[in-house]
């Protein structure tokens, strides 16, 4: 069922008496909630690499130079040591690893 079914079904209880203003007011508002999470896809935590990675901020605690590795943990869930280690392998083997962190380090902002 799509939402104007919907909205158009809540109007015919509302308009029969079955729902009142304030309930029709809030079943109406659940309806178009829930749309609006449907179609922005899923949220924060679940999953959703973008968002979280939106979030992205260098740390100021848990850094050893700029708090990169730190603010890759907070967002990923994993070790920082886990990140030191993956630029660490990245630079020994392939200098890209540098690269990344140079520019994560310009462009990622503090917390």
Not at 26 to 35: I, P, T
Not at 66 to 84: K, P
Request: glycine share 10%; charged share 25%.
């Amino acid at each position: 069922m799509n939402i104007s079914d919907e909205i158009k079904r809540l109007h015919e209880l509302h308009q029969a008496g079955a729902l009142s203003d304030a309930e029709f007011s809030q079943a109406k508002a659940r309806v178009l909630a829930e749309q609006e999470r449907a179609s922005l896809g899923p949220g924060p935590g679940n999953g959703d690499l973008a968002s979280e990675f939106s979030r992205l901020r260098r740390t100021r605690g848990d850094r050893w130079i700029s708090g990169v590795c730190g603010g890759l943990a907070r967002v990923s869930g994993m070790d920082a040591w886990v990140w030191r280690l993956v630029f660490t392998v990245f630079t020994l083997y392939f200098l890209l690893g540098l690269l990344i962190y140079l520019l994560m380090w310009v462009f990622v902002p503090e917390e």
